[in-house]
């Protein structure tokens, strides 16, 4: 019964801003493992970003997560068109153990990015 609902997505111009949200509901998901993740066309999907500071290389120093109450956010500044994806948020199931595990149990719906220059 988790769900994981994103929003903020659209359109912008190369160098322009977006702020993602995903509002977490239900309960068995971890808030610490939660994470971006996103999809553009022809390429694999690539992890950008999670609730504990670790970021892919090609957006480190652009964007930023931040975690407050149920929400998951993702502010992206300085974007470009390489950013253009589908941009879904995904957390692992709750368990008791130290660390994350290796994949995400639930996902959202995506929410759309397309960076024009």
């Known amino acids: 019964q988790v769900q994981l609902v994103e929003s903020g997505g659209g359109s912008v111009q190369s160098g322009g801003s977006l702020r993602l949200s995903c509002v977490a509901s239900?309960?068995?998901?971890?808030?610490?493992?939660m994470g971006w993740l996103r999809q553009a066309p022809g390429k694999e999907r690539e992890k950008v970003a999670s609730s504990l500071g670790a970021y892919a290389d090609s957006v480190k120093g652009r964007f930023s997560a931040s975690l407050d109450k149920s929400t998951l956010y993702l502010q992206m500044n300085s974007l470009t068109p390489e950013d253009s994806a589908t941009y879904y948020c995904a957390a692992a199931r709750w368990y008791g153990g130290s660390g994350c595990p290796s994949s995400y149990e639930y996902w959202g719906q995506g929410t759309q990015v397309t960076v024009s220059s």
């Open positions: 239900g309960s068995g998901y971890s808030r610490s493992c």
